[in-house]
């Protein structure tokens, strides 16, 4: 899991300033990405874990841009480790992790 520092915000705000960051300050937009994701896998919101799905999307996104390639695996490995009985959510995870090293 990774730390952030957003924990007093709610996502309605969170989403639209990653998504306005994006070009100009991937970064920072990688960063309240994962921390959207975390928040529900933590929190084992299945409803929401195709939400969790894109926000990974968006990260694999921004840090192959950044050419972060190698940060990209190493998530897929933690996310794997940590979660990886999550039935309703690895699917989609999967499928953009099998992407990652092409």
């Not at 070009?23 to 990688?30: D, G, V």
């Not at 968006?58 to 794997?80: A, M």
Request: charged share 30%.
């Amino acid at each position: 899991s990774q730390e952030h520092s957003f924990e007093d915000l709610h996502y309605s705000e969170l989403q639209p300033t990653a998504q306005a960051l994006e070009k100009n300050y991937p970064e920072e937009a990688a960063r309240i990405y994962l921390h959207l994701a975390d928040e529900i896998l933590l929190s084992k919101r299945s409803a929401a874990y195709h939400h969790a799905v894109d926000y990974f999307s968006r990260v694999k996104i921004l840090w192959t841009r950044l050419g972060r390639k190698d940060q990209w695996n190493r998530l897929v490995e933690t996310i794997e480790k940590e979660h990886g009985r999550k039935s309703a959510f690895m699917p989609g995870f999967r499928r953009l992790g099998e992407v990652a090293g092409k």
